[in-house]
């Protein structure tokens, strides 16, 4: 079965870097796009960013773009997530999804979640 | 400010059927069937229940089912039961420059 795991969260300060890693395994992880969703304490989830299957092609929301970059390691079933300048409005639980068939319309397996907390 | 929005909560008893909306616009729910919804239990995470606005994953009860007009869908929920309890997010399909968005959630109680 899928299978999804994050790593890689912790404390870090605010201007900091943190890179997420999210293992996968139990499908065939170079046909799927991948991505990150967060979910901030109490609050609600947020699209952070997606990567199709070869990893050409990358997307962002909003709120991170120009800050994190989403990248993969088709060799090692493996993506990862390089935040830079981080800021307390992005501590939140990290989550890595598998695309539902590739195109970036939606998610159908999800990791645990990893918790960064940006703090001084 | 989410960009879909959903009712804050939901409440229904054991047996009774709860509908919960998500609005969006033309830009996403109106013009994509991608709505996909998703269940989160306390401290875990999301759980896929619905998607391309009214396609169950395997696995998902057919409690659960999905709609869309214009620019709102729908969850319904047939036949409440106490594991039901949970929080609920829609999502959308937006475009190629804002990839996807969710709504704000609701706290589904079966009272």
């Known amino acids: 079965q899928v299978r999804l795991v994050e790593s890689g969260g912790g404390v870090v300060q605010p201007g900091g870097s943190l890179r997420l890693s999210c293992a996968a395994s139990g499908f065939t992880f170079v046909s799927y796009g991948m991505h990150w969703v967060r979910q901030a304490p109490g609050k609600g989830l947020e699209w952070v960013a997606f990567i199709r299957s070869d990893g050409r092609s990358k997307y962002y929301g909003d709120s991170v773009k120009g800050r994190f970059t989403i990248s993969r390691d088709n060799s090692k079933d493996t993506l990862y997530l390089q935040m830079n300048s981080l800021r307390g409005e992005d501590t939140a639980v990290y989550y890595c999804a598998k695309d539902i068939r590739g195109g970036g319309y939606s998610f159908d397996n999800w990791g645990q979640g990893t918790l960064v907390t940006v703090s001084s | 400010q989410s960009a879909l929005t959903q009712p804050p909560s939901a409440s229904g008893s054991p047996g009774q059927s709860v509908t919960i909306s998500c609005t969006g616009t033309?830009?996403?729910?109106?013009?994509?069937?991608?709505v996909s919804w998703f269940q989160q239990h306390p401290g875990k995470a999301p759980k896929l229940m619905i998607y391309?606005?009214?396609e169950r994953p395997s696995g998902v009860p057919d409690r659960f089912s999905g709609s869309k007009s214009g620019s709102t869908a729908s969850l319904t929920i047939s036949g409440l039961q106490a594991e039901d309890e949970a929080d609920y997010y829609c999502?959308?399909?937006?475009?190629?420059?804002?990839?996807?968005?969710f709504g704000g959630g609701t706290k589904l109680t079966v009272l």
């Open positions: 999502s959308s399909y937006a475009g190629i420059n804002n990839l996807i968005v």
């Open positions: 033309s830009s996403d729910v109106g013009d994509y069937n991608y």
């Open positions: 391309d606005v009214n």
